[in-house]
């Protein structure tokens, strides 16, 4: 993908689908994979199956129009959109955010970088919400985020981040997800199906 242009359509195996585009609906995805109750009774193939579903079903526009065969690839084009291009490192790291549970920290925070409220526009292309959010500085999520990296490394925290942390328990300590974690089988299905979208 083109660093230097914002998608509004994927190249699936040389046709072009329309795909939505709005920050809102990339979070809508984002929010939907990471909700345990959403895949809680499934087996571990019908969780890779509707994970796959719901990120077609959301960002494409037209998402009947898709061949059966031509829907990994359209899965495969849909997680580069949502990486915005870029190339993870696939190293394991510890979850220290969530788009929903962080939302009203992570709001500010893109405000004061974009200068505007981007709840109040009407239409803000996904890689653009995200550059914004890549430059997010110093501020409340910033300082939620390093505390939650010193505590999952073991890390000991400064004097001003432990009274920040007691002060502010609940809205550092990422909120238990139901279901606990996956297995491994179901994590190397899912790892094949959608590759490296973020979740």
């Not at 969780?47 to 077609?56: F, Q």
């Not at 925290?157 to 297995?183: C, P, T, V």
Request: net charge negative; with cysteine.
């Amino acid at each position: 993908m083109d660093a230097w242009s914002l998608p509004t359509s994927l190249n699936v195996h040389g046709v072009e689908y329309p795909i939505r585009t709005d920050y809102r609906v990339v979070l809508d995805i984002l929010t939907a994979l990471n909700d345990p109750e959403v895949f809680q009774s499934m087996t571990e193939e019908e969780k890779a199956r509707e994970v796959a579903e719901t990120i077609i079903m959301i960002l494409y526009e037209d998402p009947e129009t898709i061949p059966t065969n031509d829907l990994q690839e359209a899965l495969d084009r849909a997680c580069e959109f949502i990486d915005c291009g870029m190339k993870p490192d696939n190293k394991k790291r510890p979850q220290v955010m969530d788009w929903k549970q962080d939302a009203p920290i992570i709001v500010p925070a893109v405000n004061k970088v974009s200068h505007t409220d981007v709840r109040s526009v009407k239409y803000m292309h996904w890689w653009t919400f995200f550059s914004l959010y890549m430059e997010i500085g110093n501020g409340t999520f910033a300082t939620v985020v390093s505390i939650r990296q010193k505590r999952a490394k073991g890390k000991k925290l400064e004097k001003w981040e432990m009274e920040f942390y007691k002060e502010n328990k609940s809205m550092i300590d990422l909120a238990a997800k139901k279901g606990g974690k996956r297995s491994t089988e179901e994590q190397e299905e899912l790892k094949a199906l959608f590759g490296n979208c973020k979740k």
